[in-house]
């Protein structure tokens, strides 16, 4: 799903400057770098077992750690609903 997400964002984003939307794809990336690095970085979660990062104000990337690896698990804008079936 995080690369369905990171792809219609970037597409989104394209459609007015497609700059920017290269900016945006290699902030996702150094960040997603650095959680994989330094895992216990970035804040707890909403959902259980997993952790949040703010790349930009408007976007959260979600994703927990494995025993060898990070998985990334959404790229959300700040918009979106998360977790899934919450109520704001």
Known sequence: MALADRE?????????????AIELDEQFEAKAEIARQRP??????????????????????????????????RVLHATQQWPPGKRR
């Open 8 to 20: 219609a964002i970037l597409a989104y984003v394209a459609e007015d400057n497609a700059q920017a």
């Open 40 to 73: 216990a970085l970035y804040r707890a979660g909403r959902v259980k077992g997993t952790r949040e990062l703010v790349v930009r104000p408007n976007y959260v990337l979600v994703y927990r750690v494995l025993p060898d690896a990070v998985e990334v698990l």
